[in-house]
Nanobody
């Protein structure tokens, strides 16, 4: 599985962005797919997860603002981000767990200005 994250950019506080994680290769529909983020000088933190059955889990810091979704027909997982805050500024990565193997995308920068 190869992952390509996209959709990042510069947005003002209170704005919205939609990130996409596009996968190539087999096994994506049965993968657990997560979004993580890493701010400068900080560790990479969990943001959201979606299971193959569509069950979702979120970090407390993004609950009610971010929504993860998947389209198995298109091999994509999206992260809709609303009410963005400056503290959401980070590089966002998608990760897929498929058949016991982890795959990471290359990351996409999200910058939220105050």
């Amino acid at each position: 599985v190869q992952l390509q994250a996209s959709g990042g950019g510069l947005v003002q506080a209170g704005g919205s962005l939609r990130l996409s994680c596009a996968a190539s290769g087999s096994g994506f529909s049965s993968a657990y797919v997560s979004w993580y983020r890493q701010a400068p000088g900080k560790q990479r933190d969990f943001v959201a997860l979606i299971t193959p059955d569509g069950i979702k889990n979120y970090a407390d810091s993004v609950k009610g603002r971010f929504t993860i979704s998947r389209d198995n027909a298109e091999n994509t997982v999206s992260l809709q981000m609303t009410s963005l805050k400056p503290e959401d500024t980070a590089v966002y990565f998608c990760k897929a767990n498929s058949r016991g193997i982890q795959y990471w995308g290359q990351g996409t920068q999200v910058t939220v200005s105050s």
